[in-house]
């Protein structure tokens, strides 16, 4: 029998990385954090002063730039390292974040990362988090959900992440951000944002942390 896989999709901000990993924690199954491929790419990219215009410089890039994840059994931190170079904090930055959007947007890219998310479904289980897993990556997944929050609630969550951080940071223009990213990852031709159709919604404006886990690990058969 295959190895279970809970998808969590949503848009940036939706709490997707936090609640993931905490369920991934609850549940003992190990995480995959798909934007972090993406944003390692970019970054990658940037260090090599690639052209985000020029298709075929990055989906090379994409091929060469070795990735390693260290997961935190314990739910903490997931360090990313972009050809063996911890990059952990470069990785969440708006630079990183903007890069992968562009990136994602390249068939090659998502095909040649395919295989790379895929092998993350190991035993006893996968939470996936990302904006395609339950529809194009683990279409076979058997619990699916869709996380969502007003996008002026995601634009503050992304403020206080980035004032705890010490990086100075103006609301309004994360929110601009926070608008056009959304725009270009639901508009574009490939994988655009979207729920599966089996995809259970949790709004989490207004939701802690802790609430929006219980909620998840709900739908979950008891074990
Ligand atoms: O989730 P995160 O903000 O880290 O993702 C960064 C970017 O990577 C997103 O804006 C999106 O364009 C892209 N992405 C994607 N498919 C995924 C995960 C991320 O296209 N599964």
């Known amino acids: 029998e295959s190895i279970p896989v809970l998808t969590i999709d949503g848009p940036s901000g939706s709490g997707k990385g936090t609640i993931s990993r ?12 798909s934007g972090a491929l993406y944003r390692a790419v970019g970054v990658a990219a ?12 990055l989906v090379r890039c994409t091929f060469d730039t070795r ?3 260290i997961e935190d059994p314990a739910g903490g931190e997931l360090r990313v390292l972009v050809n063996d170079v911890d990059a952990t904090d470069e990785l969440r930055t708006e630079t990183a974040g ?17 295989d790379r998310q895929r092998a993350f479904r190991r035993a006893p289980g996968l939470v ?20 969502t929050a ?10 206080k992440q980035l004032k705890d951080k010490g990086v100075s940071v103006n609301l309004d223009g994360l929110l601009r951000e926070i608008l056009a990213r959304d725009a270009r ?17 949790i709004d989490t404006t207004g939701l802690g942390i802790e609430e929006v886990v219980e909620r998840v690990l709900a739908l979950l058969p008891s074990r």
């Open 22 to 33: 905490y369920v991934a924690a609850r549940l003992g199954w190990h995480y995959l954090d």
């Open 46 to 57: 940037g260090w090599a002063d690639l052209d985000l215009a020029d298709p075929a410089a």
């Open 67 to 69: 990735i390693d994840f």
């Open 98 to 114: 903007a890069a992968a959007s562009a990136i994602a947007a390249i068939p090659e890219v998502r095909a040649a990362l395919k």
């Open 128 to 147: 996936a988090d990302g904006r395609d897993m339950g529809t194009v990556i683990f279409p076979d997944a058997l619990h699916k959900v869709f996380l």
């Open 150 to 159: 007003s996008a002026e609630e995601r634009a503050e969550r992304r403020y």
């Open 185 to 201: 990852d639901a508009s574009r031709a490939v994988a655009p944002l979207r729920p599966a159709e089996d995809a259970v919604r």
